[in-house]
């Protein structure tokens, strides 16, 4: 089967995934909603994240998931591609998670060692804005010939910021997906460590950037290494140094940074609020389709 063959079953399916739901009464579709959001565990205050040897001191502003039900918000009920990497997730306590104007920020962290800042305070962001934007053209260039989507970084929503006391970085694109009408909010944090940085990454509507800007400051303060692991205790000689810095951080391919909303989650990300419950048979079918086949990932780890 060809790639154009197998994303046109993909989109066929997920169309009448969303015809299904909507067919729903709006009284079955809510008790599923209200049993789901019931099942999760949410936890507050001092958040300990092993894997990244990093802590949370959240205030009551913020609620976090741990890593089993983070992946089931963000696979079960907004759509999106299986990611062993989330850690977890941090909830504004405001705004349910079945509002339409709700957002989460995803916890990944990388080990790919130390990241030297030496290039801060001289990358120039417009410069480096135009760079990824060439990129992403090519980028989408080779999406389309694939029979994907494209993916256009109109711009900054927020320009990049780095603060060298805290060793924090954070910055935020807008984003249009091809087929959805509204443009997609994109809001990095990069706590950087020792051996290291936490991700802190934020998907929204654009029009949410107000309230997701002004929930990403008040996070910002509460996200730290432990002890032995904050940048400042970097050993020059034993820890892996990672090849890139700063600039090379904030200006990745946009085809593997535009969030957990690559390819098909993109799909699927207009109709987040109708594919609810949903999302776990289409994989099941898909596997079931296509379990005899070897299978390579992209950049963003979905399977093509």
Request: net charge negative; proline share 3%; aromatic share 10%.
């Amino acid at each position: 089967m060809s790639k154009h063959t197998f994303w046109a079953v993909i989109a066929a399916f997920a169309l009448a995934c969303t015809s299904a739901v909507r067919a729903q009464t709006p009284d079955a579709e809510a008790t599923k909603i209200a049993s789901f959001l019931a099942s999760l565990h949410f936890r507050d205050g001092e958040i300990a994240v092993p894997q990244a040897q990093a802590r949370f001191r959240l205030g009551s502003g913020f609620r976090y998931l741990e890593q089993a039900d983070a992946r089931r918000v963000l696979e079960e009920f907004w759509g999106n591609p299986p990611d062993d990497t989330v850690l977890g997730m941090v909830v504004p306590s405001a705004t349910p998670l079945d509002s339409e104007r709700s957002w989460a920020v995803v916890v990944t962290f990388s080990d790919e060692g130390y990241v030297s800042d030496e290039d801060a305070a001289g990358t120039d962001y417009a410069e480096l804005l135009q760079q990824m934007k060439d990129a992403g053209k090519e980028e989408n260039a080779a999406r389309r010939e694939a029979g994907y989507g494209t993916v256009e970084l109109v711009g900054w929503a927020v320009p990049p910021r780095y603060d060298a006391a805290s060793k924090k970085l954070y910055w935020a694109k807008e984003l249009a997906f091809e087929g959805n009408d509204q443009h997609t909010l994109n809001y990095d944090v990069r706590v950087l460590g020792r051996r290291g940085f936490l991700s802190l990454n934020a998907v929204a509507n654009m029009s949410e950037l107000g309230a997701v800007q002004s929930g990403m400051q008040q996070l910002l303060p509460t996200a730290e290494f432990d002890a032995g692991a904050r940048y400042a205790d970097y050993d020059a000689s034993s820890d892996k140094v990672a090849g890139y810095g700063i600039a090379a951080l904030i200006g990745g391919g946009i085809a593997a940074k535009t969030g957990l909303f690559a390819k098909l989650g993109a799909l699927l990300l207009a109709g987040k609020k109708f594919i609810v419950f949903i999302v776990l048979g289409l994989f099941a079918f898909l596997g079931k389709l296509f379990g005899g086949r070897n299978r390579d990932r992209d950049s963003g780890g979905t399977v093509r």
